[in-house]
């Protein structure tokens, strides 16, 4: 895997892209930066969001739950002092879909995501000390179709 930030000559933003081609943005905030892009410790949440999410899809299609929908949100903690590392994270599924959920597979599925198979997940729990990623999971009302 390859990755790349080049700075825009403005501020503090940098072009993002992987070595497939995608492309985004990071920038800081205020006083710093502009905030026209997602911010560095952001990003890292992100990439857990996807990371797990993603993992939960697939763990949720191959379990056969009725699946529709799945947000991943994150919130996390960090140190005062620099380097301001995360300490920790905390994860929340919100799944919806057409049918009834079996409780313990969902459970199942987004625990597998979040501490097995999810490599940005593992890389920041086993990192320096490593840090604590709690999750929990939440089955929504599925979404009006119409």
């Not at 697939?58 to 995360?86: C, H, I, N, Y």
């Not at 979040?114 to 990623?133: D, F």
Request: net charge neutral; aromatic share 6%.
């Amino acid at each position: 895997m390859t990755a790349s930030a080049r700075w825009s000559g403005q501020g503090f933003q940098f072009e993002l892209s992987d070595g497939a081609g995608h492309t985004a943005s990071a920038d800081e905030g205020p006083p710093l930066g502009a905030d026209q892009g997602i911010s560095p410790a952001n990003l890292l949440l992100v990439a857990l969001c996807a990371c797990t999410g993603i993992t939960a899809v697939s763990l949720l299609r191959k379990m056969k739950q009725p699946l529709q929908a799945l947000t991943v949100r994150a919130e996390g903690d960090r140190q005062p002092d620099w380097p301001k590392a995360f300490t920790e994270i905390r994860l929340l599924y919100e799944i919806s879909g057409d049918g009834t959920f079996d409780e313990g597979l969902v459970r199942k599925a987004t625990r597998l995501a979040t501490h097995r198979y999810c490599a940005v997940g593992g890389t920041i729990e086993l990192g320096q000390g490593g840090c604590r990623i709690l999750f929990e999971h939440r089955i929504v009302a599925a979404p009006a179709s119409g």
